[in-house]
């Protein structure tokens, strides 16, 4: 499986032997000099996992590292500092930035591409979707929604929409149904008010994730 994976070095020579080692394994490469470059490709591409060095101009890995993890659309980005500050205070430093793994410089290039198989093959298996797991997220106390890192805003009824499908996942809705849960008995509402519904959320989610069964209702598919 290709993942795509983030290099961040100051050395363009440290960069380009590890870029061309990575891509023989089959790897979608990036590559960034310095912290705040690293932060607009990571926005861009969305990682799997950035190789983040120490020392660095503008934003060093530390800085980085935090900026990263504060960002909501890169929660899943693994990170690991590969750095020649190895010292156990050094690595400490890293973690409490939000680091996920910590490798030493100067390390054998074989080692580190074994090493980046085993942390890639953790995290193909960490984020398969366990059964009952959408892929999507929706947050109720701000009504927005986050679907392949993107987060948003959706007004009352489009997000009571969306969670009930979603609670439902994998289950036929009827027309009668939905409107009974989310307009209730008393509210009379028109009869295209559940399709103008259904096309916004599509608009925002994907077409794929709603499946129309004609004359019928609507039905939530992974």
């Known amino acids: 499986m290709s993942h795509r994976i983030l290099l961040v070095d100051d050395e363009p020579d440290i ?12 790897h979608e490469i990036y590559t960034a000099s310095e912290g705040a470059e690293a932060l607009r490709i990571a926005e861009q591409v969305h990682p799997h996992l950035i190789l983040l060095d120490r020392m660095m101009p503008v934003m060093d890995g530390v800085e ?3 900026a990263i993890r504060n960002n909501p659309s890169l929660k899943h980005t693994h990170i690991v500092f590969l750095s020649a500050l190895g010292a156990e205070e ?3 430093t890293g973690f409490d930035a939000g680091a996920d793994d910590y490798l030493s410089k100067p390390i054998p290039m074989k080692l580190l591409v074994s090493r980046v198989q085993a ?3 953790r995290i193909s298996t960490e984020q398969q979707p ?3 797991e959408s892929i999507i997220k929706l947050d109720p106390h701000r009504h927005t929604v986050l679907c392949q890192g ?11 929409l969306l969670e009930l499908l979603i609670q439902h996942a994998g289950q036929l809705l009827t027309r009668e149904e939905i409107y009974t849960q989310i307009w209730g008995h008393e509210v009379v509402v028109g009869d295209r008010t559940i399709d103008v519904h259904i096309r916004k959320l599509r ?14 209702g609507y039905m939530f598919v992974k």
Do not use: D, M, S, W
């Open 64 to 66: 980085t590292c935090r």
């Open 203 to 216: 608009q925002k989610i994907g077409e794929e994730h709603i499946q129309t069964i004609k004359g019928v």
């Open 150 to 160: 993107t987060e948003t805003q959706l007004p009352r009824k489009e997000f009571a």
């Open 90 to 92: 050094e690595q400490l």
């Open 15 to 26: 960069l380009e032997f590890i870029r061309y080692n990575l891509q023989r394994e089959g």
């Open 130 to 132: 366990t059964k009952n």
């Open 119 to 121: 942390i890639l093959k």
